[in-house]
């Protein structure tokens, strides 16, 4: 055991560029004088990670990651580069001045955004993405946000497309160091429905590669329609700390001109859900006919709400109205 656990000796050089091989002894021993990751926004993404945040369209989950990117930016005087790839020059600056004056928000100077050259067009992929790491090199940042990753990969759910692109921005966190967080959408699913990870658009082979998810969905329990939640859904470094049993509560509105996310405490993502419309968990003869079935195998209604993704009152009321008939 002795000769197993020494770290003393150095492991020869193999001659093989593409691999490293080290003792696990020398990697530990490496890896500790690296600084250790530092949490960008909470626990939700921590520095060198790529992490992803998604939400169905018009949630906000771009006011949130320009929220996240200014706060790092004051926060850790670093370079953010906020690749904004949906809104235009004149829809940015609405949504980031007072309506009434015209006047402008105060955002730090190394908070930066970036939009796509209309001189410079191309659809590769290989091409874009070394473009974004030649960009932050340049320009010095240690952290950036891509809004969204629809537009570096139109074919998210065709797994070869999606584990390209993953591949690219992994290897370029892995050359670089850099923090990559990357916005994505949901497929169309209910409203009212739990967030899982399946809710991530080329779930399968996006989430397998992120070092961190979260997610942001509607909180029907607040007055109006400003309230949204996040939710916790993969975490490699610490534990979930923000699972269905303790999601972050926000509402969207205006400060000091600012449209944002101003955070109200935090519930359970039931308590959240328990107020949506029904017309937002509509049976579809699908989802009924798949949770009869898995009723009559057996399952658990949690287990059930999970699979289907709806909410686990739904699948009661489903599996009630079922032992009337």
């Given amino acids: 055991m002795e000769d197993i656990m020494q770290t003393g000796d150095t492991t020869p050089d193999y001659g093989v560029r593409r691999f490293v091989c080290k003792s696990g002894g020398e990697w530990l021993a490496e890896a500790a004088v690296m600084p250790d990751p530092v949490p960008l926004c909470g626990s939700l993404w921590h520095s060198g990670e790529v992490a992803c945040l998604f939400a169905d369209t018009n949630m906000g989950k771009s006011l949130l990651a320009v929220q996240i990117g200014m706060d790092i930016a ?23 001045s007072d309506p009434d004056s015209g006047r402008p ?46 537009w570096l990969c ?13 591949q690219l921005l992994c290897g370029m966190k892995k050359r670089t160091g850099i923090s990559i967080l990357v916005l994505a959408h949901t497929p169309k699913r209910p409203a009212g429905a739990p967030l899982t990870i399946n809710s991530l658009g080329g779930s399968r082979h996006l989430s397998n590669f992120m070092d961190s998810v979260f997610a942001l969905g509607k909180d029907f329990s607040q007055e109006g329609e400003g309230g949204r939640y996040v939710k916790q859904l993969k975490a490699r470094l610490t534990e979930i700390e923000y699972g ?3 999601v972050i509560r926000y509402e969207i509105r205006r400060d000091d001109g600012m449209l944002g996310l101003a955070p109200l405490g935090y519930c359970t ?57």
Avoid: W
């Fill in 244 to 246: 269905a049993g303790h």
């Fill in 269 to 325: 993502e039931a308590e959240a859900l328990a107020d949506a419309p029904a017309e937002t968990q509509a049976s579809d003869a699908d989802a009924v006919e798949r949770i009869q079935k898995m009723r009559r195998e057996g399952a658990s209604i949690r287990a059930i709400a999970a699979a289907v993704e709806r909410s686990k009152d739904y699948v009661h009321k489903i599996i009630r109205n079922s032992d009337d008939d």
């Fill in 105 to 150: 928000c105060a955002m730090p100077f190394n908070f930066k955004r970036v939009e796509f050259s209309q001189e410079e067009a191309t659809d590769s992929l290989d091409d874009i993405v070394a473009d974004i790491e030649r960009l932050a090199m340049t320009a010095g940042a240690s952290h950036i946000i891509i809004d969204n990753i629809t």
């Fill in 74 to 96: 004051q926060k850790h005087r670093c370079n953010v580069l906020y690749f904004d790839f949906e809104m235009s020059m004149k829809q940015y600056q609405k949504r980031y």
């Fill in 154 to 166: 139109r074919n998210l759910e065709e797994g070869k497309s999606a584990i390209a692109l993953m």
